[in-house]
């Protein structure tokens, strides 16, 4: 009998608590009201998020308990299961062992359900009746309307605009939930008439469509703002990835020597990588942690570590963290959940402080990697995922060269299903590699605030 390729757990095995990087990653860099230049309050903070959640963002515990109800939500597809991709080792002809932790089981199909489950209960126990949020490519839009669903909530979602043009089914997804999801830039808020005034055929961006959703938050005081990644509280809610992946590591009888992730807002990566870093700085085995993010959004590799605002028009505070300027508006390529101009910030200190490395790759070479992985595994990864897989794969071959044998954990964070338009142009040799200009760069750095805190 081989050995088997798939490794998963029961849900009595569905983690417990979250873990809280800021325990971890060091001491974390306030958050700065952009007026006074001091410290962001409670109080301030929680004018747009549930209490439990601020107490969340701003401690440095261990760990926080996930509410029994949050558990009884999960176990709808948690734990989700880690697979041995045998076939691609084959197909690479690598004597590395590469697995990789499978998010797309979730009702939505993304790991995205992780954090917008705890974010909708805690808000419908602060009296909240809807939920607000903006997304790039869909998935967190989609998971905002199933938890609003779930805890009968309704539920609005500024969606990035060329990603509701390219994804239209993500739309219908957030819809079919009971979501009503409007293109950003809309003309349904100051922000979005702004920004259109300033140029009508804007594509969006994470930072517009955040703008605009933060708008319609305070207009409408009985919606809860939803943040789909970046703080550490969502950071922490999913550390159930790398929680589950840790024992099924176990479970094959191996451990990681590489873990890989897709790098956009973070809280991806930060998810499946964090646990185990937790385990190597408290005396665990030793691993290398890399972030993969889009040449044409390099936050980490060309951004700036600054203090600076995660929406486009600076209604957001000011933290502090690798960016490319809010004002930057990447190329319309087609991971759109890794269009954020800034990153989560403990993402940026990790990476700051050697925990962890940095990489950018391209569009093409990315759907390259998406067509093997789905040719040889059978799953056709998310945009976003295949830059996981092209950062794993890139590793295995250096494997191949070496003669080396690593174990190389991946996060799959979602499935393509609906993402089959991209593959289509892809195969088509129509799918462009978005190059950025050093224009584009500029005019995004240049928004940075001018602090001293750096």
């Not at 950071?235 to 590591?249: D, F, L, P, T, Y």
Request: net charge negative; hydrophobic share 40%; proline share 7%.
């Amino acid at each position: 009998m081989t050995d088997p390729i798939k490794y998963e757990l029961g849900e009595s095995e569905i983690p417990r608590t979250w873990l809280n990087p800021a325990a971890d990653i060091g001491e974390v860099a306030p958050i700065i009201d952009p007026v006074s230049r001091k410290p962001v309050s409670f109080d301030a903070l929680a004018a747009t998020m549930a209490p439990p959640l601020v107490e969340q963002e701003l401690s440095t515990a261990d760990e926080f308990e996930i509410p029994e109800p949050v558990r009884q939500h999960y176990a709808k597809w948690r734990c989700t299961p880690l697979y041995r991709a045998r076939a691609l080792e084959q197909a690479l002809g690598t004597p590395a062992r590469i697995y990789y932790k499978y998010e797309g089981v979730a009702p939505t199909g993304s790991f995205k359900p992780n954090t917008a489950i705890p974010q909708a209960y805690y808000n419908k126990l602060a009296g909240k009746t809807g939920l607000v949020g903006e997304t790039g490519a869909g998935q967190w839009g989609s998971a905002v309307a199933l938890a609003a669903a779930f805890f009968g909530m309704a539920a609005k979602v500024f969606m990035v605009k060329v990603s509701f043009e390219q994804k239209p089914y993500r739309r219908t997804l957030m819809e079919t939930y009971g979501a009503t999801c409007s293109a950003s830039p809309s003309t349904e808020t100051e922000a979005g008439r702004t920004i259109l005034g300033e140029r009508p055929d804007h594509p969006g961006s994470l930072g517009t469509a955040k703008s605009e959703a933060l708008q319609f938050a305070f207009a409408n005081p009985d919606y809860g703002y939803t943040r789909g990644s970046g703080l550490n509280h969502v950071c922490a809610h999913q550390s159930v990835i790398g929680q589950e992946a840790i024992k099924q590591m176990e479970l094959a009888d191996d451990y990681p020597d590489i873990v890989v992730g897709a790098a956009g807002g973070g809280s991806n990566l930060a998810g499946l990588a964090f646990p185990f870093l937790r385990n190597k700085l408290r005396g665990g085995p030793d691993l290398r942690l890399i972030a993969v993010e889009p040449a044409a959004c390099p936050t980490l590799t060309r951004g700036r570590i600054a203090y600076d605002h995660a929406d486009s028009q600076g209604l957001t505070p000011l933290f502090r963290m690798h960016t490319l300027g809010h004002k930057f508006v990447p190329p319309a390529f087609h991971a759109g959940g890794l269009r954020a101009h800034n990153i989560a910030p403990m993402i940026s200190r990790a990476v700051e402080d050697k925990l962890m490395e940095a990489v950018s790759v391209r569009q093409n070479d990315c759907f390259e990697a998406g067509v093997l992985f789905a040719r040889t595994e059978g799953i056709v990864p998310a945009p976003e995922s295949t830059h996981a897989i092209r950062g794993a794969i890139d590793e295995a071959i250096r494997c191949r060269e070496d003669g080396t044998s690593k174990a190389i954990l991946l996060g799959l964070s979602g499935h393509g299903d609906f993402d089959l338009v991209a593959y289509q142009r892809y195969l088509a040799g129509e799918l462009p590699d978005d190059a950025l200009s050093d224009e584009v760069l500029d005019f995004g750095l240049a928004s940075i605030p001018a602090l001293a805190h750096v």
